[in-house]
């Protein structure tokens, strides 16, 4: 799928082509304006891969989107690259999979967040070289084909066989009798979830007018004059306080807050939106309207499907002369 991209001009996301989310909403999730029921959730932005905060955290995109080369996928696809010449045959299933690194690593190239790691033969070594293996969120494999009668691909008789049905597994829109068939398809597996993190560092939110930011069990607790509990810490950064990874823009009362990474702790807080919330190292500020965690869908896995029943070949270059000499039509280009 990923080496057909090259020449896309523009991109969509799932939650506006699926199901019809709007540039609107999603302008107004980022700005918190959105509710956890406007718009739904399908068409909130979301059906992407989540960046945890923790280094040592694998889960989304860390540590690398690990992928898992389906082993019966070279013999349903190789004879279908006509990369030979006089029945010479230039490739081998190590060249496929080589194409697949080279299509991964173009995206990582593009963005400093997102890693390809192969775990093909660690999914073998643990008995798991299949779908589902433990260790694999990709799975590169051929669209599946049922059984069933033959038919042409045009009406008039001629052109290649295919199997009835043949893209099932593909977009149902596709046409499989007419040459609009996928060459490749993508479908992802996800979650609802109330943790996603954007890999800005943010996570989507929503407003709450009618609750503050900080409530009086945030405040330190003293009895007689004795620590009983710490307030609630907080980070001040460039003025604005940071919060079970909420970031607040408040108005301070008097001293101006330091501009660089500060820790504080909580010491008083007037719980009402536009009261005030003091810190134990000094300062106050108006206590903000509070943010809350936005759920969105989260995709966690995926499965990419190539198309066994079109000619394929992976150097246009080079191929292409070969193909001249051979008359080979209707191959994907």
Known sequence: MLPLAAGVSGWTTISQTRFGGQVDAVARQFQGLNTQ????LQQKLGYLWSFPKDADDRTGLGGGITWQWDPKLCDALIDKFDEDFFFFAFLQCRD????????????????????????????????QDHEGCELAEVFVTALARPTETMMPTNTSGGGRMLQQGAYEAANPTLNAEGGDSAAATASHRAKRSRTFRYTNGRRPYTRTPDRAAFQSSDATTLSNGVLQRDGKQVTI????????????????????PPTSLTADYIATVDGAVGGNVTLVEGGTFINPEGLQPLTVIEAYGAT??????????LDSTFCSYFH??????ACLR
């Open 37 to 40: 029921n406007n718009p739904n």
């Open 96 to 127: 496929l999979k080589a194409s697949m690194h080279r299509a991964f690593a173009s995206w990582s190239d593009n963005h400093k967040d997102i890693n390809f790691v192969e775990v093909t033969e660690e999914c073998k070594a643990i008995g």
């Open 237 to 256: 950064l460039d003025g604005k306080v940071h919060h079970l990874e909420q970031v607040y823009e408040v108005t301070w009362i008097g001293d101006p």
């Open 304 to 313: 990419i499907s190539f198309n066994t029943e079109l000619c394929w070949y």
């Open 324 to 329: 001249q000499l051979k008359n080979v039509e």
